[in-house]
C-alpha cells in the first residue's frame, strides 16, 4: 500500500473532465451511489446473521409447519411445486417469523426488533473492521475474501455426490438461446457485474488510490476479472447441484424450484440445507460464508464515503470530531439509521425498491457517464499515453478499442434498452403503488442528479459564448507534458498525478 492520499475521487474526475468547479458531477454521484448502497445492503447481513444463529440447534427451524408462524396458514414441508395455494415450510420461516412480512410496502407494521439488533450487531462489526482505515480493512479482507472459497469448495464435494445433483449442473451449464434476444437479461446481467466487481461504485478508485505509481494495473484488472467470473460460476455449480438434489427429493423440475433474488440464498438454500447430511455443519458454515462475502461488500461502498468526506472536509470536519475514527463511526451510525425502515415488518417492500432504483437503474446511468467522461472526453490517447508512463508501454490496440468504441457502445445499447422496456419494481406477485414508484425514481435521481447539476454548475462558470462555455467544459486540464505526472516527481508533498493515474486505471 502507499500513502494515504488527500486527492478524492471527486477530484480526480474533476482534474479528468473539466476546467473548473469545486465538484465534479460524476464524481459526486459516484459517493452519493455508493451511501445510498449502503444504507440497506446491510440488511442482508441482519438476515445472514439471523439464520446463521438459528442454525445452531438440533433441527433448523425452517423444515417445520409445526410452528407459531405457521398457524392457519397452508404450509408445505417441502416445495410446494404447482400447488400453488400452498407454501413451503422455509418459505413461511423467511416471510412470517424473519420478516413477518405485511401485506404491502404501505402497512409498515412496526419495527422488527430482533431485526433490529442484528442489523446493530452487524454495522458494529462493519465499524470494527475499518475504523483504523485501509490498513485494518486489508487485513481483515484477507480473511473474508479468502475463507468463503474453503467453503464452497467443500459444498461443492458435498453436492456433486447427492442424487440428482448432475440434472441441477445440467440445467445451469445448458443454455437457453432465447434469453439472449432479452434485454432484461442483458440489464441484469450488467447491473450484476457492476455489483460483483464494483464497477461505477467507486470503491475500485477509492481503493485504487493507495497503489505505487508503477503498479501492475493489467495484472490487477486480470486477477480482478477472472477471479470473479471464477466465483460466481463456482457458485452456480455449489447452488445448483443442490437445487437439483431438491428437485430429485421433491420429484420436481429444477426450474421449479430454482429463483432470484433473496429468495434464493434465504428460502432454497435453507431448505436444501435442511435436507443435507451433516446439516448441523453446513448450514452455520454457509451463513457464515454469506456474512463474509457480504462484508467485503460493505467494507467498500462506506469505505468511498468515508474517504470523500476526509478528503473535502477533513480539516472542518476534524476541528469538531478531533479524531477519524469518529468520522467513521459517524457515518456508520447515519447508514445504520437510514436502514432502519428496511427492519420494519414492511421492510422487504423497501428493500427490494431500493435495490431495483439504486443497484439497476441509477449504477447503468452512472457507468454510462463515467465510461464517456474517461474514453471519449478524457479520451484514449492521453489514458494511453498516462498507462505508457505508469507501465513502461503503451497498451495495445485491443484495450484501445474497448476504451474507445466497444465500452461505451455496449453500456449505452444496455442504457437505451433499459430505458425502453422499463419494467417497474416487483417482489414476488405485489405491484408497488404509484406513489412508490415515485419514491423509486426520487431514490434513483438523488445519485444521477448530480451529473446535469455538476455541468450546468461548469458552464455557469465558464466564459464566452454557449459554445465556448460548452468546449471548455469539456476540455481537461491535465497537462501530460506537466513534470508533476513523471513518475520521479512522485511524493508525498504531490499526490495527484497518483490518485489520477490509479483513478483512470
Not at 24 to 49: D, K, R
Not at 188 to 198: C, D, L, T
Not at 391 to 405: A, D, E, K, M, S
Request: charged letters at 10%; one cysteine or more; aromatic letters at 16%.
Amino acid at each position: 500500500m502507499g500513502p494515504s492520499l488527500d486527492l478524492s475521487l471527486i477530484s480526480s474526475w474533476l482534474m479528468l473532465c473539466a476546467k473548473q468547479g469545486p465538484k465534479a458531477g460524476v464524481g459526486l454521484a459516484t459517493v452519493v451511489i455508493s451511501f445510498v448502497f449502503s444504507t440497506y445492503y446491510n440488511v442482508l447481513m441482519s438476515w445472514a446473521l439471523y439464520y446463521l444463529f438459528n442454525s445452531f440447534g438440533a433441527t433448523l427451524p425452517w423444515t417445520s409447519c409445526n410452528n407459531t408462524w405457521n398457524a392457519g396458514r397452508n404450509c408445505s414441508s417441502g416445495f410446494a411445486g404447482n400447488n400453488t395455494h400452498m407454501q413451503s415450510a422455509s418459505q413461511q420461516f423467511f416471510d412470517h417469523r424473519l420478516l413477518e412480512k405485511t401485506s404491502g410496502i404501505e402497512k409498515a407494521g412496526g419495527l422488527r426488533w430482533e431485526l433490529f439488533g442484528y442489523l446493530l450487531a452487524a454495522w458494529v462489526v462493519v465499524y470494527l473492521c475499518i475504523f483504523k482505515g485501509v490498513k485494518s480493512t486489508g487485513k481483515v479482507v484477507y480473511f473474508t475474501a479468502v475463507f468463503p472459497y474453503f467453503i464452497l469448495f467443500a459444498l461443492l464435494i458435498n453436492n456433486v455426490q447427492l442424487p440428482g445433483a448432475k440434472n441441477g449442473i445440467l440445467y445451469f451449464v445448458t443454455p437457453v438461446w432465447s434469453k439472449l434476444f432479452e434485454v432484461k437479461v442483458w440489464v441484469n446481467a450488467a447491473a450484476q457485474v457492476f455489483n460483483s466487481i464494483g464497477i461505477a461504485f467507486g470503491s475500485m478508485v477509492s481503493m485504487s488510490s493507495y497503489n505505487k505509481f508503477n503498479n501492475n494495473i493489467l495484472r490487477d484488472a486480470l486477477i480482478v476479472s477472472f477471479t470473479n467470473s471464477f466465483t460466481s460460476i463456482l457458485a452456480g455449480f455449489v447452488i445448483f447441484s443442490a437445487i437439483g438434489y431438491m428437485a430429485h427429493i421433491h420429484n420436481l423440475p429444477v426450474d421449479n424450484i430454482a429463483t432470484d433474488g433473496p429468495g434464493l440464498v434465504f428460502v432454497v438454500y435453507p431448505e436444501v440445507l435442511s435436507t443435507m447430511p451433516l446439516f448441523q455443519l453446513w448450514a452455520p458454515l454457509f451463513f457464515f460464508m454469506l456474512l463474509c462475502l457480504g462484508l467485503d461488500s460493505q467494507f467498500a461502498t462506506v469505505e468511498v464515503a468515508i474517504t470523500f468526506i476526509k478528503d473535502e472536509f477533513g480539516p472542518q470536519v476534524l476541528r469538531f470530531l478531533k479524531r477519524e475514527e469518529l468520522l467513521t463511526l459517524l457515518v456508520c451510525m447515519v447508514c445504520f439509521v437510514l436502514g432502519i425502515p428496511h427492519v420494519t415488518k414492511g421492510g422487504i417492500y423497501v428493500f427490494q425498491l431500493m435495490d431495483h432504483y439504486t443497484a439497476v437503474v441509477s449504477l447503468v446511468f452512472l457507468a454510462f457517464f463515467e465510461v464517456v467522461a474517461v474514453c471519449w472526453i478524457f479520451g484514449v490517447p492521453r489514458i494511453a499515453l498516462m498507462i505508457k508512463r505508469m507501465q513502461g508501454q503503451t497498451p495495445n490496440i485491443y484495450f484501445r478499442l474497448c476504451w474507445l468504441v466497444l465500452c461505451p457502445m455496449l453500456v449505452l445499447c444496455i442504457l437505451t434498452s433499459s430505458i425502453a422496456q422499463y419494467s417497474p419494481a416487483r417482489y414476488g406477485t405485489y405491484t408497488y403503488p404509484l406513489w412508490a414508484e415515485w419514491v423509486g425514481w426520487g431514490v434513483s435521481l438523488v445519485s444521477i442528479v448530480w451529473i446535469p447539476l455538476g455541468a450546468i454548475q461548469e458552464m455557469y462558470n465558464n466564459k464566452g459564448s454557449f459554445l465556448q462555455r460548452l468546449k471548455t467544459a469539456m476540455t481537461s486540464t491535465v497537462d501530460l507534458d506537466a513534470e508533476d505526472f513523471l513518475p520521479e516527481k512522485q511524493n508525498l508533498d504531490n499526490p495527484a498525478s497518483e490518485t489520477l493515474f490509479t483513478s483512470v486505471a
